[in-house]
């Protein structure tokens, strides 16, 4: 694998040495960057079973050992199987990037930041894994600065702040198990003799670290924030690859800990409010960018229920639940991999066909876009976890988890679990509201805005293949959901001690595919028993009870959840401006939603350190003389407190 | 015939002399510090260097280590000849003479200086007894006396060049303690303080052309565009 | 076999379906003295409407094309979920669990509400942003109902949870089954789409608005469509909370039929009684009463009882 590593390096700099010939850089860097992503998850997939170790050669500090174990090669395999998909749609894409940054450097970021998330996910030493933590982040921060704008340093703080307090936490995290532990190894980190609290600190500090980078609820500001920023095959690569990065180091290491059936509550609980939270600001948002980049929230919330499901199996010692747990949480990894990126990428599409992120000017993109319409609408499909794609099958396993362990006696574990799926369900009637609405605002309809979607038109085929073939993985892995099921059981067993046998019950895909075909066939026996009209329809304007139509009059997506809007209008707090410049001109009508944790919860943080901080600017006065006096006298501190201390 | 009469009556004399050289350094010091003109206080500072390369033979002749012979000639010709000459001319590349206005005045800058120099000498000069291999009080404590008049001019006083000429004034302080408390270390030590000498000065030399270019003058309390 | 079974639930469905419907509208006919329209008119409609042309709007897609399919589909997928025909031992039955029956009905919504968004009506759009709305409020209490049953009886498969209750190892004797009937029922009522829900009849702006564009052969495809999902989601309802059932196919289907076709009819005596309710204040409202059934029997199944 080390040679992988190296290639991925070797590409980095070559990208970077074409400074000069932008667009061929761009050829060469996301070219490279597609083979040995395409290498890579062959090798990984082939290798599924296996643990490699590699030592990096030479005299570094703390002398890293990167080790993959099977659950590290799934997720260095899903890793590569998105950046081959991302690398290939970059090919094309990143042209669009041309006049803001130099296309050498972007594929040079690319590369590297694939290759930190692999050796993230094989690092087997603390510090190696902080570093290469920490390398990711700032990576992915040049990354969404490729796309320089107005906002895009505030935005860009946001990001990296909450991304620093999560680092922070995780390395406390991590030094104190390493501590309890007596070395710096994971592979050392095997079994700690500690109690209910501190394993519940160490949890929940575990939670916050990596959950803010996964986009846990109430860490999730960032999300909206910085995908929106960035181009969107970064976004596509951070959303669909970088957050299961985090939550692979999440499972890892709360599998270390002792396990007690708190955590699994805890993770089912804050699973639930992000995947409400987060399809209810997916619902609500005008900008189908941001309205993707929630769900990317709501979707993490799902997988953690999952996880809740497994850790309170492991917690305790129901093997069956903890196995189905943690398939769910696989594979619904695996899916919202595979419908996110695809999803982000065909956003990147509307936007450089329109140049617009707001849902309110676009409208029958369908006409001149056929193909990302389809493509999208299988995407829609398998995130609103429509039967027979992928997003169902995943979400049935959650599902059956959920029953499973609210089946338990005591009323703790069937309350949460009772919170569990009634969060799902809501999620559920949200997101196929949601969805509908991006949907059918960009592509169907009539242009709300003539101007954005006139010279709109469809993508080149090198753009178009890698996302048929994540829209096929789509449909792929729905049927295929029990040969899939199999593998991760495979995969998971391990994980669980105790376990027994394989969960059985599974909905069987095929066979609802199959019932489904039955069905398809009457409506055309019925036309012809009754020997019905098939003549083409005539085409003519939409119907507006006897006024002359015009395109203002069809539904927006601000007034599609206007209802839901007021009756959710005690947790989203919007502001509505109404603007009218006398009888004859025209009205100014805004709305806007404000993130309610924004200004709860970051707002006084900020505003406080603010305040803090600019008092501790006095000392900053500018003047050398004064800072070589601060030297001076810290000196002397210092020799003080050495005679007299030590 | 002189060396002979020198060797009997070394001991006893050449701690004097050193005891002379040391005083004067110290009010050699004060003199770079408090001079208002370029020229006098660079003046100043190579009659010091030359003091502090008379003091390295006077310890050779007591001691007899070969270092010390090699360290004050090489300290001669740079710290005497070269940094003194080189400091000259950027000050007549730039065409000032006299300095700017110092933190506090002209007249309560040196008083403080000196005041807070005597007193943290006292205390370092103790320290360095301890472990040091020439166990005369007065020439370490003039050492530490002039390490803190270097220091104390580059925190009271405003002008870049005034500040390169405390920077090199430490650094003789520097040179002294060394060649006092561990006079037989190898020359490569000796290497170390030049090469900070010469580089420093020479890059603090071109960073002072380019702040006069910048500010037009060579206050360093003008640039505070990094205030907090 | 069992497909042929299946084929026969669904077909004979289709075939009955509309007589029901027939007999409940002369049942409001004669509440609202008058004379009403033959029991056989449904049929008649629907034949009409299979000869008569289509008219379809400029800025239609492929969306507009499939949609009476999709939604036909899913209507006669979700009919088929209920194991009416077949048990547990059948080879359908893994086919046959409450998720996807749910989320079936989840696709009917999608399908409706694009297809409204589609054809650029201004009704449509509103009625599709109603349905959607409709749907959010059903959603939980329908879910919270289902979570009492299926977390008592321990799995999702509904063969096998219908097997539990007839065997009297779990039913009404557990209070939050009762209680979770009730709501459930509720629920079940609203997704009718009867007023005073909404207005199943009427053409704009109202749930039904979003056919406004459908004409012809693909009109009637969706109404047989919705008939097809009342009926499913009264089945789902009676397939669970009154399981008297039959182990002959055919004669389970027989009283099932008679089961559905009653509940349907007597619908007409809600159904008649008042206006549709507004979305954001009756629908809200009466929903809420709903939701607080169905959580007393969450709570009372959480408590153990």
Redesign the interface.
Known sequence: MHTLYTLFLLASLLSLALYKKPLLAQKVGFGLASILSLYGAVFFFANLNETLVWALPGNFISAPVFRLDPLGMFFSFLVSLVAFAVALFSFDYAKFYEKKANLAVFAALFNAFILSMLLVIASDNVFAFMLLWEVMTLLSAFLILINDGKNAAKNIMIYLGIAQIGAFCLMVALLVMASFAGSFEFSAFGQMEIGLGASLTLFVLLLIGLGSKAGMFPFHVWLPVAYCQCPSNASALMSGVMIKVALFAFIKFSLLLPQFVYFGYILLFMGALSAVFGIMYALVSNDYKAAIAYSSCENVGIIFLGLGGAFYGLGTNAPAIALLGFVAAFFHILNHAVFKSLLFMLSGNVYTATHTRDMDALGGLHKKMPVTSVLFFIAVLSICAIPPLNGFASEWVVYKTMVAGGTAQGASPRFFFALAIVALSITGAMAIMAFSKVYGSVFLGIGRDGKSTEKAQEVSMTRLVPLAFLASLCVGLGFFMQEVITLLLGLVLPLVPLASGAPEGFISMPLIVMVMLLCAIIPFVLFYLVKANNKEARVTDPWACGFLYNNAMQIGSNSFTGDIRKALNFLLKHESEVKIDGYFSKAVYTKKTRDLFWDKLYEPVVHYTMLIADKIGIFQNGKTNLYAAYILVYLCLVLIFGYYFL | MYLIGTLYYGDITMAHTIDILAVLMMVTSFAVFSFRQYRHSIQAYAVQTFLIVLTFLALYFTYGTHELLVWALTAFVIKVVCVPLYLLRLVKRLGVVVEDEPVGGFFISPVVALSFSLAVAMMFYKVFINFSLFQDALPLFAASFIFMMGIFGFVLRNSFIKQILAYCLFENGIHLSLALMAYNSHELVEVGILTDAVFAVLIMGILAKRFYGTYGSLDTSKAVNLKG | MD?MY??LQ??SA?AVAPLFDGISRKLRAKFQSRVGPSVLQTYYDI?KL??????????T???YTIA??VL???A??MF?ALPITYGTSSA?A??S?V??L???G??F??MF??AG???????S??S???E??V??YT??VA??CL?VV???A????LPAIIELIREGVYGYAVPSFSIAATAFLWVMYVETGRKPYDLAEAE?ELQEGVL??FC??DF??ID?AILLKQFAVLGFFLVIFIPWNFSNPLLALLVFLAEVGFLYVLGVFIDNFGPRFT??YGL?RTMLFALAISCTS?VL????I
Do not use: W
Request: net charge positive.
């Open positions: 497909y299946l084929l669904l077909v289709i034949y299979f000869k008569r042309g289509r008219t379809k709007s400029h800025s897609s492929y969306i009476p399919y036909f589909i899913s006669a997928a088929c359908l893994p086919f669990d998720f996807v749910l989320y079936l989840a696709l919504r999608f509400i694009v968004i589609d054809t650029a009506n201004p009704f759009g509103v599709a942003s109603r959607g709305t749907g959010f959603e939980e879910v919270i979570i299926m977390m008592g321990g799995t999702t498969n704009q406004g564009e012809g052969k009637a495809l047989v979305v954001n809200k969450l199944y959480i408590m153990g």
